[in-house]
């Protein structure tokens, strides 16, 4: 599928520049925290956002959304991420999350740039899924856990706190 590559190096350039953001603050003496707690709420949330995704068929609705679908012609849409590739990509998503919990609990250092990356993650998904349901004036599959990613990434950040 076309859309790997891009994902790959995407995800690859952000990583990157986000651990040397964090090298630079750790040499710098700047350490962010933020509530570990309110992290595991976000992967409880994303959880069950894989789960809805899931049980909605999300990967049906895709071809609807012009923004995820590869056009070749006015009436030939085709979604750029299929039904095993969401799949994978949450089972993926929700182990890793789920795997840095402890290191964020324990203030490992740069845990915290990932904790932050998977809550810009939720509210971004949030935005989204919500923006697709408001824009297609009904449901839209993932909308409703959609929100819940958004709230508790939002209150990643809000608890978000720097030490010098």
């Not at 998503?93 to 915290?112: E, H, K």
């Not at 919500?130 to 409703?144: L, T």
Request: hydrophobic share 55%.
């Amino acid at each position: 599928m076309k859309v790997f590559r891009p994902v790959v190096i995407g995800v690859t350039v952000l990583a990157v520049v986000s651990f040397l953001f964090g090298l630079t603050l750790d040499a710098l003496g700047i350490t962010l925290t933020f509530s570990a707690m309110f992290y595991l709420f976000l992967c409880f949330a994303q959880v069950l956002h894989s789960l809805e995704e899931y049980f909605t068929q999300f990967w049906m609705h895709i071809a609807e959304t012009p923004l995820l679908t590869m056009r070749t012609s006015s009436r030939d849409a085709k979604p750029i991420m299929d039904r095993v590739f969401i799949i994978l990509f949450n089972i993926v998503l929700n182990m890793v999350m789920l795997s840095f919990y402890w290191p964020i609990s324990f203030g490992a250092s740069l845990s915290w740039l990932f904790g932050l990356g998977m809550a810009a993650v939720g509210v971004g998904n949030g935005f989204l899924h919500c923006g697709m349901a408001i824009r297609q004036g009904r449901y839209f599959s993932g909308c409703i856990s959609a929100g819940l990613t958004l709230i508790t990434g939002g209150l990643v950040f809000t608890s978000l706190s720097v030490r010098i």
